[in-house]
């Protein structure tokens, strides 16, 4: 019931056009009914009783009624598209700004494939459901309701006698459609594994050809297709149990009507013309009832699909707004501060009491092990999650308090998988700043080092495919620095902005950062001395605490694992420090 | 060059319609013509039985009841009774055969456009939105079994039944018959004005869902970016615009496709009109009432099939719009692929020779110009140079994931475009820029690397490049499961599991394109070690060739051979040492980063 409700809901703005149609499908019977009894005059007067005028009236009357029914058919058809239609589009739009709201946990927990199957065949076996079934069980219903009491009217007898086995339909159906409970849902299960299968595959295509598991793959998903395909085939054979039954019981009217009427007929019960009403209208009683079973069917559908669709409507994201989050136009200063953060995946421990503070303008940077939760401190200021315990505040404010947006407007992040969408550079480059004119989208590009777009097909205007994948990492991670550097954020994030990028073209990169001409806090999280060694300050974590902090000079004077790592990077033994330090000198002084 | 695929951009097909699809398809079917055989004769003899009911009914009123023959009723009813028993069991055996061979064919057809996916180029990959390749098969694939086996079967049985009515009527009444037949012409025009029409409008459906799809799994997978830079109201409006089209083609095509339907019905219904007056009007009394009542039934009867006909024929133009989309990916060119001689490439000893290679990505642009060196067994080469010099182009072409324009490219003095591509890359061990972690337990990707290595090979392989030391502290270690994406796990972990998938694989020659890029310095220090290890041939015997593109100088600096790319070609070549001495662009490069040190 909750499922109708939820239709009914999703439906707004439409629902009248859809009830004009429901009420059109229910006339539309009625009319079915006016031929026959028409038939039943051409047969009766004007065959038995010689009324040759009453003809060309009665085959004329037909006609128009035909015309007129099919044309209320056509316009019940034209309000069924457009609201079933419409609510597509109501889900999808729904759907749509759901998945704009939600966390990061929400798309762990729901993979791609899963809520691409969501907004595609859930949708549509909704659609199917107010298009075809839903109107198909009133209409049946009011067809075979009115046949029989039509039936009645005319000759309870042997109405009685073509009626007398339907119960036995009901019955049948009605035990069909508790073994077919939970087939569907897996079928729905099955079939978005195999989605979630051909997906990863696309997105991996370059891995399977590099370990040439081609044949594995193709096994695999195989495996997968053929699971949908016995699934698919299970429930169908069920239904074919019933299939006999449900078909022999309904088609038993032919024979009923043949010998009942053929008796009644004898007896004298029963005028030729009223038999021949009832011989005519007899698909309208079984029609109904051969449909029962297809319509439970897709009846079953529909509960699973409504029921996935609600259940990832309904889940809620953990980073929201809180109530009188604080809205503001204006620019951050650009302040960020940790205050004895903690937070972790689980059981496992991320940040143990992190403190630091940034001011306005100065650049800090992160180092530390993989996993050891630099990319979650990023991800706590942006508030892509929320700590645990302690404070990160943004300006002197807790994020918390923070508007989203607001907060979100203010900062400019690359991430460490550089994600880039199908569209020119220049759109990749003006993602969080559509309006920007095209000069300004070069600028960005040349501060990040991406002079190489000049050189592509179209230039700027040169699509790159989704993920980018057209480009090598260096490329992708300079058009997605470039991206963040077009919004002017007082606050940038760079997490792992410049590995793939060449030393010579790192440096470029970060002098044009020095310079830039907005005031803006640089957050830098790298695995190269080379990417933080101007950094005002380094903060080195180990074990989800900051264990060294300070200048590059300070943290090598100070010879612990800072001077540890840098001289595992310079490939350092004493005499290559030697030369570095002479170089060094030699470049100050030059 | 190929030009690339955005969201928005609707795929034009680039043949025109024709029943070349139809005929391709029947490929597929022929296989199970026996199910279908049988089927169709289970079918044919239902619907035949189907219409002696009429023929009892119309005895029953014209000699059982003006004789009071109450016996005869019985018998006829009894007939019609058994008619309709076996015309069930008929129907029944051919829905489950058809069934089958509907799920067969989706099996046959899906597993056939995924093998031909798996031979096409990273390019196929590059130029089109991966929505829109999913689409084709799953959703499209699925689509189109119900046509190639029902709606084959349907289709021919109505053309069988509508000429058994004729038949029937034929042997009832000549003339009547020829007034229900009069209809025919009249809905073929009706037909043929509406089907370009119609053709139109669904291809127009098919690709603004196809649009509106792959926008919406590319928003999904960039939904993080999304909120970065708070766009959410912009994408919505660029969803909206898309559902909004969808919305109104599929509308458009609705309105378009529903036109046959009541077409027929009008026509039917003036068809029987006319036949009760010419009966009545014209020939009664030389045809009796049972058979003008006979006949208007058969009439009805005429006309469902035809009725039918028309929605196999909507159905019909959908699937050919599908069947479209899945032979133009069945279509589309293998670029590489094993020679029709190629063979087996013997166990790989390490020897790399290009001799005058020349590649571009496109006709215009040169990126490698006429391309010589030669490496021997167990060397380190690392390739340095700015970037976008051809490092990484090099690496595609000694793993044939490109063909060279011209020159050749030999392994062990075997030319690697005469071998089996899976001889070839099964012994080379490929790690990308761009780690890729499939959904699975964590296992399952290290074994990925070689599918018949056992629990302990993947554990060793793992600690060989320390990926025990966060794998031991997931809840369920190597059996945790990873989702898409490499769900949680951070790029230096996941580029740590893509290694450890890399070293279990046991590689001849070993290729690391960046591959160690955000691990952090610890752990490539061990992870190097692993490398060497590795490379030094566990089993005692001579080392491995690697190729390592890299960017941290002491990764560089212990190679064998460091070749400078630039320009298309290499203009140093030499050890650190030798490099160093000769003051050219290496030693430029590497002091100047030393200075940032």
């Excluded at chain 1, 299939?243 to 024979?255: N, R, Y």
């Excluded at chain 1, 559908?301 to 809180?322: Q, T």
């Excluded at chain 2, 069991?89 to 057809?109: F, H, P, S």
């Amino acid at each position: 019931m909750a499922a109708f409700k939820w239709v009914w809901e999703s439906l707004r703005g439409f629902r009248k056009r859809y009830l004009l149609c429901f009420f059109i499908s229910m006339l539309v019977p009625m009319f079915v009914l006016i031929n026959p009894t028409l038939q039943r005059a051409l047969i009766d007067r004007v065959l038995g009783n010689g009324e040759i005028a009453l003809l060309i009236p009665t085959v004329t009357a037909m006609c128009l009624v035909t015309l007129t029914r099919s044309l209320l058919n056509y316009a019940s058809v034209a309000l069924v598209e457009s609201s079933s239609l419409g609510l597509v589009y109501n889900l999808r739009m729904k759907i749509y700004r759901h998945w704009q709201r939600q966390d990061m946990r929400f798309f762990r927990e729901n993979t791609p494939g899963d809520l691409m199957t969501v907004m595609t065949s859930d949708i549509d076996m909704v659609r199917h459901n107010l298009v075809f079934v839903f109107r198909q069980i009133v209409s049946s219903a009011l067809l075979f309701l009115g046949a029989s009491v039509y039936y009645f009217a005319m000759n309870w007898r042997f109405a009685l006698c073509m009626i007398a086995l339907t119960p036995l339909i009901f019955l049948a159906t009605y035990v069909y459609r508790g073994k077919v409970r939970g087939i569907y849902k897996e079928l729905r299960r099955r079939l978005s594994k195999l989605n979630a299968d051909a997906q990863e595959n696309i997105e991996g295509n370059r891995v399977v050809k590099a370990f040439a598991n081609e044949a594995f793959e193709i096994e695999k998903f195989n495996a997968k297709s053929d699971a949908f395909r016995v699934q698919n085939l299970g429930a169908q054979y069920i239904w074919l149990r019933f299939f006999p039954i449900i078909e022999g019981l309904s088609q038993s009217t032919a024979v009923t009507t043949l010998l009942f009427g053929g008796v009644f007929l004898i007896n004298g019960t029963l005028t030729p013309g009223e038999f021949m009403a009832f011989n005519s209208l007899s698909w309208a009683v079984t029609e109904p009832l051969r449909q029962l079973g297809q319509l439970f069917n897709d009846l079953q559908r529909f509960f699973a699909s409504a029921s996935k669709i609600m259940s990832i409507l309904e889940e809620k994201p953990s980073v929201e707004n809180a109530e009188g989050a604080v809205v503001s136009g204006e620019r951050f200063r650009g302040e960020i501060e940790f205050r004895d953060v903690s937070f972790s995946f689980g059981d496992n421990a991320v940040l143990r009491g992190v403190s630091f503070r940034v001011m306005p303008g100065e650049t800090l940077a992160l180092m530390g092990g993989t996993g050891s939760g630099k990319s979650l401190i990023a991800n706590l200021i942006s508030r892509f999650c929320d700590a645990d315990s302690g404070e990160v505040l943004v300006d002197g404010r807790d994020v918390r308090e923070w508007d989203l947006t607001t907060l979100r407007r203010n900062i400019g992040m690359t991430t460490q998988e550089v994600f880039l969408f199908s569209d020119t550079v220049d759109g990749n480059i003006a993602y969080g700043n559509f309006d920007m004119p095209e000069e300004e989208v070069r600028q960005c590009a040349e501060t990040a080092a991406a002079q190489f777009v000049y050189d592509m097909p179209d230039g700027f205007a040169t699509i790159v495919g989704e993920r980018g994948v057209g480009l090598s990492g260096g490329q992708k991670q300079r058009i997605a620095l470039a991206r963040a550097l077009a919004v002017r954020p007082p606050i940038l994030i760079l997490d792992d902005t410049t590995s793939a990028v060449d030393m010579e073209t790192e440096k470029y990169i970060q002098e044009r950062l020095e310079n830039l001409e907005f005031t803006c806090t640089k957050l830098i999280i790298a695995q190269r001395i080379s990417s933080v060694r101007k950094a005002d300050c380094i903060l080195l974590l180990e074990d989800g605490r900051v264990t060294e902090s300070g200048t590059h000079e300070e943290l090598l004077a100070a010879r612990g694992s800072y001077y540890g790592l840098w001289r595992i990077q310079a490939g350092v033994d004493d005499g290559t420090e030697a030369m570095i330090r002479e170089l060094q000198r030699k470049g100050e002084a030059g | 060059m190929a030009q690339r695929n955005k969201y928005d951009i609707d795929e034009r097909l680039e043949s025109p319609f024709s029943l070349r699809h139809l005929k391709r398809s029947f490929f597929y079917i022929k296989r199970h013509r026996k199910k279908m055989s049988a089927a169709f004769l289970a079918s044919a003899a239902s619907s035949a039985l189907s219409l002696t009911i009429p023929m009892m009914v119309a005895r029953a009123l014209d000699v059982s009841v003006p004789n009071r023959d109450i016996r005869e009723l019985v018998l006829l009813a009894a007939l019609s009774a058994v008619a309709i028993a076996v015309s069930i069991c008929l129907n029944r055996l051919r829905a489950k055969l058809m069934t089958e061979v509907g799920q067969d064919i989706i099996y046959e057809i899906r597993g056939e456009l995924f093998a031909h996916m798996q031979a096409l180029p990273f390019s196929y990959y590059d130029n089109r939105p991966h929505g829109k390749i999913l689409v084709r098969v799953v959703q499209y694939v699925n689509s189109v079994s119900n046509m190639l086996s029902n709606g084959i079967i349907d289709f021919i049985l109505e053309i069988m039944n509508i000429a058994f009515i004729i038949v029937f009527m034929l042997l009832m009444s000549v003339r009547l018959s020829l007034v229900v037949l009069a209809g025919l012409p009249v809905l073929f025009l009706v037909f043929f004005s509406i089907k370009p029409a119609q053709r139109r409008a669904w291809q127009d459906v098919s690709n603004k869902n196809s649009n509106l799809n792959a926008y919406a799994a590319e928003s999904i997978n960039g939904m993080r970016i999304t909120q970065i830079f708070t766009r959410e109201k912009k994408n919505e409006e660029i969803f909206e615009r898309l559902a909004m089209s969808a919305r109104c083609a599929h509308f458009r095509a609705g309105l378009i496709a529903n036109l046959g339907g009541p077409a027929v019905e009008n026509i039917s219904q003036l068809i029987f009109g006319f036949l009760y007056l010419a009966g009545i009007l014209w020939i009664y009394p030389a045809v009796s009432f049972g058979v003008i009542f006979a006949m208007g039934s058969y009439s009805w009867r005429f006309w469902q099939p035809i009725n039918r006909l028309a929605a196999i024929y909507n159905d019909f133009m959908n699937t050919i719009a599908y069947l479209e989309r899945i032979f133009e990916t069945m279509d589309e060119p293998v670029l590489i692929s094993d020679a029709p001689d190629a063979y087996e490439l013997p166990k790989i000893k390490g020897d790399v020779e290009f001799e005058n290679v020349t590649f571009g990505y496109d006709e215009h642009t040169k990126v490698l110009d006429g391309l010589s060196f030669k490496v021997e067994a167990g060397m380190s080469v690392a390739l340095v140079g700015p970037t976008g010099a051809g490092k990484t182009t090099i690496v595609n072409l000694l793993s044939r994931f490109y063909d060279a324009q011209c020159g050749r490219i030999l392994i062990d003095g075997h030319d690697i475009s005469k071998v089996t591509l899976a001889s070839l890359r099964g012994q080379m061990g490929i790690m990308l820029q761009d780690s890729f972690i499939f959904s699975g337990a964590v296992e399952e990707n290290i074994r990925y690397g070689r599918l018949d290595a056992g629990q302990e090979e993947i554990e060793a392989a793992a600690r060989v490049v320390h990926a025990d030391e966060f794998i031991e502290k997931m809840e369920e270690r190597y059996g945790t499961e990873i989702k898409e994406n490499g769900g949680r796990l951070s790029q230096g972990q996941k580029q740590l599991l893509a290694f450890a998938r890399t070293v279990i694989s046991d590689p001849g020659i070993l290729i690391l394109d960046e591959a160690t890029s955000s691990i952090d310095t610890k752990t490539e220090k061990y992870v190097q070690e692993g490398i060497s290890h590795l490379l030094g041939g566990a089993a005692g015997g001579a080392g491995r060739t690697s190729f390592i593109i890299a960017h941290r100088l002491s990764t560089i600096r212990e190679c064998d051979l460091i070749m400078y790319i630039k320009d298309g070609g290499i203009t140093e070549r030499g050890t650190h040492g030798e490099l160093m001495a000769k003051r050219g662009d290496y030693y430029n490069m590497y002091t100047s980063q030393l200075l940032d040190l």
